[in-house]
Protein backbone atom coordinates (compact mmCIF):
# COMPACT_ATOMS: atom_id res chain seq x y z
CA UNK A 1 0.00 0.00 0.00
CA UNK A 2 1.29 3.76 -0.35
CA UNK A 3 1.55 5.25 2.69
CA UNK A 4 0.23 8.74 2.93
CA UNK A 5 1.89 11.28 5.69
CA UNK A 6 0.83 14.71 5.99
CA UNK A 7 2.64 17.51 8.45
CA UNK A 8 1.70 18.89 10.59
CA UNK A 9 -0.83 16.90 12.73
CA UNK A 10 -2.90 20.67 13.33
CA UNK A 11 -2.08 23.72 12.25
CA UNK A 12 -3.17 27.30 13.92
CA UNK A 13 -2.90 30.78 12.07
CA UNK A 14 -4.19 33.92 12.36
CA UNK A 15 -7.34 35.17 9.98
CA UNK A 16 -6.06 36.41 7.13
CA UNK A 17 -3.08 34.87 7.42
CA UNK A 18 -1.61 31.86 5.07
CA UNK A 19 -2.02 27.93 5.98
CA UNK A 20 0.09 25.39 4.39
CA UNK A 21 -0.42 21.95 5.23
CA UNK A 22 2.39 19.08 3.71
CA UNK A 23 1.23 15.86 2.30
CA UNK A 24 3.87 12.86 1.22
CA UNK A 25 3.60 9.98 -0.21
CA UNK A 26 5.68 7.01 0.34
CA UNK A 27 5.72 6.59 -3.76
CA UNK A 28 5.77 8.51 -6.51
CA UNK A 29 2.05 9.55 -7.22
CA UNK A 30 3.06 10.75 -11.01
CA UNK A 31 1.57 8.88 -13.46
CA UNK A 32 2.26 8.89 -17.50
CA UNK A 33 -1.54 8.33 -18.19
CA UNK A 34 -2.41 11.46 -18.57
CA UNK A 35 0.44 12.76 -17.10
CA UNK A 36 -0.84 13.56 -14.24
CA UNK A 37 -0.18 13.51 -10.28
CA UNK A 38 -3.13 11.55 -8.30
CA UNK A 39 -3.18 13.65 -5.74
CA UNK A 40 -6.88 14.82 -4.02
CA UNK A 41 -6.87 17.59 -1.47
CA UNK A 42 -10.27 16.97 0.96
CA UNK A 43 -11.50 18.97 3.76
CA UNK A 44 -13.63 17.79 6.48
CA UNK A 45 -15.88 20.33 8.96
CA UNK A 46 -16.82 18.81 11.91
CA UNK A 47 -20.01 16.96 11.43
CA UNK A 48 -19.61 16.52 7.82
CA UNK A 49 -18.82 13.90 5.16
CA UNK A 50 -15.45 14.97 3.39
CA UNK A 51 -15.57 18.15 0.22
CA UNK A 52 -13.50 17.66 -2.49
CA UNK A 53 -10.84 20.70 -2.48
CA UNK A 54 -7.81 19.67 -5.28
CA UNK A 55 -7.28 16.99 -7.66
CA UNK A 56 -4.81 16.07 -9.86
CA UNK A 57 -2.47 17.77 -7.48
CA UNK A 58 -2.96 21.05 -7.84
CA UNK A 59 -6.60 21.01 -10.34
CA UNK A 60 -9.22 23.24 -8.16
CA UNK A 61 -12.92 21.64 -7.99
CA UNK A 62 -15.81 24.24 -9.28
CA UNK A 63 -16.86 26.41 -6.40
CA UNK A 64 -13.48 25.70 -4.46
CA UNK A 65 -12.78 29.62 -3.83
CA UNK A 66 -9.61 30.95 -5.03
CA UNK A 67 -7.58 31.16 -1.73
CA UNK A 68 -6.90 27.18 -1.83
CA UNK A 69 -4.48 26.32 -3.82
CA UNK A 70 -2.08 22.77 -4.46
CA UNK A 71 1.23 22.28 -5.77
CA UNK A 72 3.67 19.56 -5.60
CA UNK A 73 4.35 16.26 -7.60
CA UNK A 74 6.27 13.02 -7.24
CA UNK A 75 6.00 12.72 -3.52
CA UNK A 76 5.38 15.98 -1.80
CA UNK A 77 2.36 18.12 -2.01
CA UNK A 78 1.41 20.85 -0.65
CA UNK A 79 -2.05 22.32 -0.04
CA UNK A 80 -1.78 26.30 0.87
CA UNK A 81 -4.76 28.37 1.88
CA UNK A 82 -3.48 32.06 1.11
CA UNK A 83 -5.60 34.23 3.73
CA UNK A 84 -7.11 32.22 6.51
CA UNK A 85 -11.22 32.94 6.78
CA UNK A 86 -13.33 31.26 9.64
CA UNK A 87 -15.03 28.93 7.63
CA UNK A 88 -11.71 27.27 6.84
CA UNK A 89 -11.54 25.57 10.02
CA UNK A 90 -11.57 21.96 9.28
CA UNK A 91 -9.31 18.94 9.19
CA UNK A 92 -7.69 18.24 5.70
CA UNK A 93 -6.99 15.24 4.28
CA UNK A 94 -4.98 14.00 1.27
CA UNK A 95 -5.70 10.82 -0.75
CA UNK A 96 -3.77 9.49 -3.12
CA UNK A 97 -5.66 7.57 -6.42
CA UNK A 98 -2.49 5.91 -7.56
CA UNK A 99 -3.08 2.56 -7.18
CA UNK A 100 -5.35 0.61 -4.84
CA UNK A 101 -6.30 1.19 -2.01
CA UNK A 102 -6.71 4.37 -2.35
CA UNK A 103 -4.72 5.75 0.65
CA UNK A 104 -5.56 8.87 2.93
CA UNK A 105 -3.04 10.86 5.05
CA UNK A 106 -3.97 11.28 8.34
CA UNK A 107 -5.19 14.68 8.81
CA UNK A 108 -4.50 18.18 9.35
CA UNK A 109 -6.67 20.20 11.62
CA UNK A 110 -6.39 24.09 11.05
CA UNK A 111 -8.50 26.14 13.18
CA UNK A 112 -7.76 29.94 14.05
CA UNK A 113 -5.12 31.55 16.72
CA UNK B 1 -27.84 17.71 -8.56
CA UNK B 2 -26.30 14.37 -7.02
CA UNK B 3 -27.48 13.10 -3.61
CA UNK B 4 -26.24 10.22 -1.97
CA UNK B 5 -28.74 8.63 1.58
CA UNK B 6 -27.63 5.64 2.97
CA UNK B 7 -29.13 3.70 5.71
CA UNK B 8 -28.67 0.47 7.84
CA UNK B 9 -28.03 -0.89 11.23
CA UNK B 10 -25.97 1.03 13.60
CA UNK B 11 -25.65 -0.93 16.61
CA UNK B 12 -23.96 -4.75 15.85
CA UNK B 13 -22.73 -7.05 18.45
CA UNK B 14 -18.97 -9.15 17.48
CA UNK B 15 -19.13 -11.32 15.06
CA UNK B 16 -22.46 -9.89 13.11
CA UNK B 17 -22.45 -8.96 9.32
CA UNK B 18 -23.27 -4.69 8.94
CA UNK B 19 -24.83 -4.28 6.43
CA UNK B 20 -25.53 -0.54 4.50
CA UNK B 21 -27.20 0.98 1.76
CA UNK B 22 -26.45 3.75 -0.04
CA UNK B 23 -29.23 5.13 -2.75
CA UNK B 24 -28.16 7.33 -5.41
CA UNK B 25 -30.78 10.34 -6.69
CA UNK B 26 -30.06 12.38 -9.85
CA UNK B 27 -27.62 12.27 -12.16
CA UNK B 28 -26.03 9.46 -14.07
CA UNK B 29 -25.49 6.08 -12.19
CA UNK B 30 -23.33 4.28 -14.85
CA UNK B 31 -20.44 6.79 -15.60
CA UNK B 32 -18.94 6.37 -11.84
CA UNK B 33 -16.92 4.07 -9.42
CA UNK B 34 -19.81 3.93 -6.28
CA UNK B 35 -17.29 4.03 -3.04
CA UNK B 36 -17.64 3.08 0.54
CA UNK B 37 -14.92 4.61 3.48
CA UNK B 38 -15.03 4.65 6.58
CA UNK B 39 -13.80 6.67 9.56
CA UNK B 40 -13.26 5.94 12.90
CA UNK B 41 -14.70 8.57 15.04
CA UNK B 42 -11.68 11.55 15.67
CA UNK B 43 -9.61 9.21 13.40
CA UNK B 44 -8.94 9.47 9.80
CA UNK B 45 -10.80 8.00 6.82
CA UNK B 46 -9.75 4.65 5.82
CA UNK B 47 -10.97 3.58 2.03
CA UNK B 48 -13.16 0.09 1.87
CA UNK B 49 -14.13 -0.16 -1.59
CA UNK B 50 -15.30 0.27 -4.75
CA UNK B 51 -18.09 -0.99 -7.06
CA UNK B 52 -18.84 0.36 -10.74
CA UNK B 53 -22.21 -0.14 -12.28
CA UNK B 54 -21.60 -3.62 -13.86
CA UNK B 55 -20.70 -4.88 -10.34
CA UNK B 56 -17.25 -5.01 -11.06
CA UNK B 57 -15.60 -4.33 -7.76
CA UNK B 58 -12.12 -3.59 -6.07
CA UNK B 59 -11.67 -3.58 -2.49
CA UNK B 60 -8.67 -2.89 0.27
CA UNK B 61 -7.05 -6.13 1.01
CA UNK B 62 -7.04 -5.56 4.86
CA UNK B 63 -11.20 -6.07 4.82
CA UNK B 64 -11.62 -8.25 1.34
CA UNK B 65 -11.81 -11.42 2.84
CA UNK B 66 -14.92 -10.04 4.63
CA UNK B 67 -16.19 -7.82 2.45
CA UNK B 68 -19.04 -7.99 -0.39
CA UNK B 69 -20.43 -5.15 -2.46
CA UNK B 70 -23.13 -5.40 -4.62
CA UNK B 71 -24.97 -2.86 -7.49
CA UNK B 72 -28.71 -2.67 -8.38
CA UNK B 73 -28.92 -0.50 -10.91
CA UNK B 74 -32.88 -1.12 -11.22
CA UNK B 75 -33.09 1.17 -8.08
CA UNK B 76 -29.37 2.76 -8.51
CA UNK B 77 -28.08 1.73 -5.39
CA UNK B 78 -25.43 0.22 -4.21
CA UNK B 79 -24.91 -2.39 -0.52
CA UNK B 80 -21.92 -2.93 1.78
CA UNK B 81 -21.75 -6.48 3.52
CA UNK B 82 -19.13 -6.54 6.20
CA UNK B 83 -19.05 -9.85 8.08
CA UNK B 84 -17.72 -11.23 11.73
CA UNK B 85 -17.60 -7.56 12.73
CA UNK B 86 -15.39 -6.39 15.58
CA UNK B 87 -15.00 -3.22 17.65
CA UNK B 88 -12.11 -2.45 15.38
CA UNK B 89 -14.89 -1.78 12.70
CA UNK B 90 -16.75 0.92 14.84
CA UNK B 91 -16.52 4.23 12.48
CA UNK B 92 -18.59 6.38 10.50
CA UNK B 93 -19.00 5.02 7.43
CA UNK B 94 -19.91 6.83 4.13
CA UNK B 95 -20.56 5.98 0.55
CA UNK B 96 -18.93 8.04 -2.07
CA UNK B 97 -19.36 9.11 -5.61
CA UNK B 98 -15.84 8.61 -7.75
CA UNK B 99 -15.51 10.77 -10.72
CA UNK B 100 -13.07 10.58 -13.48
CA UNK B 101 -12.34 12.31 -17.03
CA UNK B 102 -11.97 10.18 -20.15
CA UNK B 103 -9.14 11.80 -21.60
CA UNK B 104 -8.51 11.84 -25.91
CA UNK B 105 -7.47 8.31 -25.62
CA UNK B 106 -10.57 6.91 -23.52
CA UNK B 107 -8.94 6.67 -20.22
CA UNK B 108 -10.40 7.33 -17.50
CA UNK B 109 -8.29 10.03 -15.42
CA UNK B 110 -9.65 9.63 -11.80
CA UNK B 111 -10.36 13.00 -9.49
CA UNK B 112 -11.49 11.73 -6.77
CA UNK B 113 -14.61 11.73 -4.51
CA UNK B 114 -16.98 14.45 -5.27
CA UNK B 115 -20.50 12.97 -3.32
CA UNK B 116 -20.78 11.92 -0.38
CA UNK B 117 -23.29 10.47 1.62
CA UNK B 118 -24.42 11.69 4.97
CA UNK B 119 -22.55 9.13 6.83
CA UNK B 120 -23.88 6.30 8.95
CA UNK B 121 -22.40 5.61 12.65
CA UNK B 122 -21.84 1.69 13.15
CA UNK B 123 -21.04 0.48 16.50
CA UNK B 124 -20.02 -2.94 17.29
CA UNK B 125 -20.41 -3.62 21.19
CA UNK B 126 -21.10 -6.62 23.23
Known amino acids: DIVMTQSPDSLSVSLGERATVTCKSSQSLYHGLGEKNYLVWYQQQPGQPPKPLIY???TRNSGVPDRFSGSGSGTHFTLTISSLQPEDVAVYFC?????????FGPGTKVDIK | QVQLQQWGAGLLKPSQTLYLTCAVYGGSFSDYYWTWVRQPLGKGLEWIGEINHSGSTTYNPALESRLTMSVDTSTNEITLSLHSVTAADTAVYFC????????????????????WGQGTVVTVSS
Open chain 1, 95 to 103: QQYLSTPFT
Open chain 1, 56 to 58: WAS
Open chain 2, 96 to 115: ARGTYFRDTRGYNLRVGLDS
